[in-house]
């Protein structure tokens, strides 16, 4: 009877580990998703601003050749 009590113990250790790794492990996928998330928003922010200097910089230049002549 103490072999299957030893047995029983084990076996609910296990389990215990086991859900508690599941539970980790959805935690951590949840954070990947959201870190996947804040980089395509970052590089979207990224282009905008790129887009906006271009523009910036594309204005200047006609300002200074109009300038110019």
Aim: net charge negative; hydrophobic share 35%.
């Amino acid at each position: 009877m103490e072999t299957m009590d030893i047995l029983e113990g084990k076996i609910k250790e296990a389990l215990s580990r086991k859900t508690k790794l599941e539970v980790e492990h959805k935690n951590l996928m949840e954070e990947v998703v959201n870190l996947r998330e804040s980089v395509k928003k970052l590089e979207r922010e990224r282009d905008e601003i790129k887009q906006k200097l271009d523009r910036v910089i594309e204005k200047v230049e006609i300002y200074l050749s109009r300038s110019e002549a």
